[in-house]
């Protein structure tokens, strides 16, 4: 089993900054891809960005220039750093990783419980 617990998030003003983590722990070998969707109300979830362990990134046309993705590989986190924050950035943030148990094995996908960002003057 893998848990991914989430730190981070809560109120912040337009135009400003905040950053979110995650960690994972558990039964790891290896993940292969790490990173956050994002949840909007009545809306499922969507990309926001990833980062597989050779550093290539997957991201959101509407988060380009303005957030960041990072991964610290041997303490299995990854945070996103988020700038220029604007009300429709407005979400619950879901950290995701897909997580090979073992050598050789098929990864398997967890979700974070979720952080609330609300961006709101």
């Known amino acids: 089993q893998v848990q991914l617990v989430e730190s981070g998030g809560g109120l912040v003003q337009p135009g400003r900054s905040m950053k979110i983590s995650c960690a994972a722990s558990?039964?790891?070998?290896?993940?292969?891809?790490m990173g956050w969707y994002r949840q909007f109300p009545g809306k499922g979830r969507e990309l926001v960005a990833t980062m597989d362990l050779s550093g290539v990134i997957r991201s959101a046309d509407s988060v380009k220039g303005r957030f960041t993705i990072s991964r610290d590989n041997p303490k299995n986190t990854v945070s996103l750093q988020m700038d220029k924050l604007k009300p429709e950035d407005t979400a619950v943030y879901y950290c995701?990783?897909?997580?090979?148990?073992?050598?050789?094995?098929?990864?398997?996908?967890?979700w974070g419980q979720g952080t609330q960002v609300t961006v709101s003057s």
């Open positions: 558990g039964t790891i070998f290896s993940i292969p891809i």
């Open positions: 995701t990783a897909e997580v090979q148990p073992w050598r050789g094995t098929v990864p398997i996908d967890y």
